[in-house]
């Protein structure tokens, strides 16, 4: 019992680190109704500047603001040279595009950063916490903390904010809010500055918690069913889907992978997408897009 109790409260912890990284998913998706297949690289950008301002001598919350504003910068260029001139282009041009960037990034992050270290320390005790014969890394508990701010955050700027109607009016229909004054290139803008700072700080813990260094851009593809699981559009939704996904890995890991062999934790997610398409299509809290015709 003791040995299964210890494997949900990891899976949580490690849950919790998913969500703001599936967040990044959401929040383009909310926004401009496209899906980002470049967010691990993203991520590994945002870490390797990070691991990079560390290394520099800048002092963690120093390397992580720095970092910050580099990927900020990387999406205004993003948007001004890219995707200011596809607007109004179907929606797979724009996904075509992300995939040529997330190429592009592991290209030059390669050159870049190949010097550069890629493990990322908390100034946090090694010893781990005993909680009634449970052992829980500090490390993981700090990340999952700030993980969990980071998608409260995010809820409230778009339940709460100007900024989250606004997007949310651009993700509706377009024409109608460029109709009514919003300027849908500075919200786009505005979209992927968060994208760049999520992946810095979500980027960031999982390297603290997993381990950094390139295969950091295999992340997004392993978070993509949480999206799914939990609704391209929904934020709650998100954040269940990762818990979900996390504590049934670390579950199947724990008793299933010693009957079937290692990798099999790793798959379950997949499998519980497949199931997950059949039933809901749009994700369990997800809405269906429902047209007049």
């Not at 052992?135 to 709460?160: E, H, M, N, T, Y």
């Not at 109607?165 to 992927?192: C, E, K, M, N």
Request: aromatic share 8%; net charge positive; proline share 4%.
């Amino acid at each position: 019992m003791l040995f299964l109790a210890a494997l949900l409260v990891d899976g949580a912890l490690a849950g919790a680190v998913y969500a703001p990284i599936a967040l990044a998913f959401v929040v383009v998706y909310k926004a401009s109704r496209m899906i980002n297949f470049a967010l691990g690289e993203w991520m590994m950008v945002g870490t390797r500047l990070v691991a990079s301002g560390l290394h520099a001598g800048f002092g963690l919350l120093g390397a992580v603001g720095a970092a910050c504003a580099g990927m900020a910068a990387l999406a205004v260029v993003f948007n001004r040279v890219v995707l200011r001139h596809l607007a109004g282009r179907p929606v797979i041009a724009l996904i075509m595009v992300t995939l040529g960037l997330g190429a592009f990034l592991r290209a030059s992050g390669a050159v870049l950063f190949k010097d550069s270290p890629g493990y990322i320390r908390l100034p946090l005790p090694l010893a781990p916490l005993d909680i009634r014969g449970i052992f829980v890394p500090v490390d993981k508990l700090v990340a999952a903390g700030i993980a969990l701010g980071c998608v409260a955050l995010v809820s409230w700027i778009f339940q709460r904010s100007r900024i989250g109607v606004a997007l949310r009016a651009i993700a509706d229909d377009p024409q109608v809010a460029t109709s009514v004054g919003i300027d849908i290139h500075r919200y786009f803008v505005i979209t992927w500055v968060m994208v760049g700072i999520l992946s810095v700080v979500s980027g960031t813990l999982w390297a603290i918690t997993v381990g950094g260094g390139f295969g950091v851009v295999l992340v997004g593809l392993k978070v993509f069913p949480i999206v799914i699981v939990g609704g391209l559009d929904s934020i709650l939704g998100t954040l269940l889907g990762a818990i979900f996904i996390g504590v049934l890995e670390s579950v199947t890991t724990g008793y299933v992978d010693p009957l079937l062999g290692a990798g099999f934790g790793s798959m379950v997610s997949y499998l519980v997408v497949i199931a997950v398409l059949f039933v809901r299509p749009y994700g369990l809290l997800g809405k269906p897009q429902i047209e007049r015709v």
